[in-house]
């Protein structure tokens, strides 16, 4: 079924849904109304919100913040969420390495540079997401250019940081460990060579970015070069699906997305 917002019937009521949540903020019905009409994402966020639909898959043609904008404003944040954040369905075809060649990997898509408590937040949301969607026992693994300590920089100290506040917060039987360089994390040799006697080392399946560019950059090398199926950003911390692709996004990509 495909709704034109312009002939909906439901976009009158929508509008002024909408108006009523934001005029605090000033907005007016007449801009309200126009918003609805004219964006797509506004009126897709309403139709989650009003139960006329499940989620939303957006980024062919909007920007991360101009799908999120409105998610944040329309459907809020998860109960209990500290943090917005995006990760990435990583399906690479070497099926000895994650969960059958099943990863997660976060934040590839929101989150510039997090600091401690988020980065041990991002940790936590991306390890439930994988066992949620995966349905097996996620092994997390904070990523650095250093493995326990082989390297000394400010950026491994908040690693190593956000390493210790995850483990505290982390449910009982959650696996989460680091700092590790990403060899450490995801080759049984090298991470019994760098990290003996890790419950991760060697078997991460959930793999965390100290920051954007080393997500968004990680993710697409192993998208390019290894062939690897992408799956997102999916974001995690909102109170509905809100999934938010690249503008390069092929068809295959928008499909797996909207089945996940």
Do not use: W
Not at 69 to 90: C, D, E, M, N, Y
Not at 92 to 119: H, I, R, S, T
């Amino acid at each position: 079924t495909i709704i034109d917002p312009l002939t909906c019937e439901k976009t009158k009521k929508y509008a002024e849904d909408f108006y009523e949540l934001r005029k605090a903020k000033g907005m007016t019905e007449k801009q309200a109304y126009a918003m609805v009409i004219s964006d797509h994402m506004y009126f897709a966020c309403m139709m989650v919100r009003n139960h006329d639909a499940d989620g939303v898959v957006s980024g062919a043609c909007h920007s991360s913040a101009n799908t999120l904008r409105p998610s944040l404003q329309i459907i809020k944040t998860k109960p209990g969420s500290k943090l917005v954040s995006a990760f990435f369905v990583i399906c690479v075809p070497d099926k000895d390495m994650g969960a059958n060649g099943v990863f997660v990997m976060g934040d590839c898509g929101l989150n510039q540079n997090p600091n401690p408590e988020q980065l041990a937040d991002i940790a936590a949301s991306s390890a439930e997401s994988f066992e949620y969607l995966v349905g097996e026992k996620a092994r997390v693994a904070m990523l650095s250019h250093s493995s326990y300590g082989s390297a000394a920089h400010k950026d491994v100290d908040k690693v190593v940081e956000a390493t210790k506040i995850a483990k505290e917060n982390a449910p009982e039987g959650l696996l989460i460990d680091g700092e590790f360089q990403l060899d450490a994390a995801i080759v049984p040799s090298v991470g019994a060579s760098k990290a003996p006697g890790s419950p991760v080392a060697g078997k991460a399946n959930v793999l965390i970015f100290p920051d954007l560019d080393a997500g968004n950059i990680g993710y697409k090398l192993v998208q390019r070069l290894a062939k690897a199926e992408a799956y997102g950003p999916l974001t995690q911390g909102i109170a509905a699906p809100v999934n938010d692709l690249s503008r390069g996004c092929s068809a295959k990509d928008i499909e797996g997305v909207i089945a996940i």
